[in-house]
């Protein structure tokens, strides 16, 4: 076995499950399941059929992701957010046939207890804050919060705040990578 279970840990037959990878307490990976290599998931996370994870993709604990959910590399997925898979669920409705896809791009990050409504997508190294209801797409680099959730700005690829000069170019002032504003998406240029 390549990969760390917590002995608590569920995992139905039909996972496939990276190098690296640690599931944790009480989680529990449905059949059908992807994992890439070294994703980390927390406490109580479930993985339903058919959702696929990227490599380095960190579920933090209390986290369902439903079918129809695919998170590209080096997600983060923060402590009791949320995805649905239907857009009117009713109890007595079975919609198994109905699920909506959702999309998280390369490097995006989902703060605790947002929610993230079906058939969106979360665009490249973008940052959903805490508590943020997602009702729409979100464009590449973009910070987003409240409910229903509006762009406030941008953020760099290490998700400091990005402040854009005269010329529309702005610093991560951590990484020192330059980023560009044209026509209201931003584009790293080095």
């Given amino acids: 076995m390549e990969y760390f279970a917590h002995e608590t ?5 039909g ?6 990878c640690k599931i944790w307490h009480f989680s529990h990976l449905m059949s059908g399941s992807v994992l890439g290599d070294g994703c980390n998931l927390g406490q109580n ?4 059929p058919g959702v696929i994870l990227g490599k380095n993709v960190k579920v933090q604990n ?5 079918a129809g959910v695919i ?3 080096h997600v983060f997925l923060g402590p009791s957010m949320v995805f649905t898979n239907i857009i009117n669920p009713r109890s007595h409705v079975v919609r198994r046939d109905q699920y909506v896809a959702t999309l998280v791009k390369e490097g995006a990050s989902i703060g605790a207890n947002a929610t993230v409504i079906c058939g969106n997508t979360i665009g490249r190294f973008a940052l959903v ?3 943020a209801v997602i009702t729409k797409s979100v464009d590449n ?4 919060v409240g409910n229903p959730a509006k762009r406030i700005g941008w953020v760099s690829e290490y998700g400091h705040r990005l402040d854009f000069n005269a010329e529309n170019r702005a610093f991560c002032a951590e990484s020192g990578q330059e980023y560009q504003l044209v026509n209201n998406q931003v584009i790293r240029i080095s």
């Fill in 15 to 20: 996972c496939t499950i990276g190098k690296g």
């Fill in 9 to 13: 840990a569920i995992i139905d037959e």
């Fill in 129 to 131: 804050g805490a508590g």
């Fill in 141 to 144: 680099y973009a910070l987003v």
């Fill in 71 to 73: 998170c590209e590399d």
């Fill in 62 to 66: 209390n986290v369902s992701i439903y």
């Fill in 45 to 48: 996370v479930v993985v339903s």
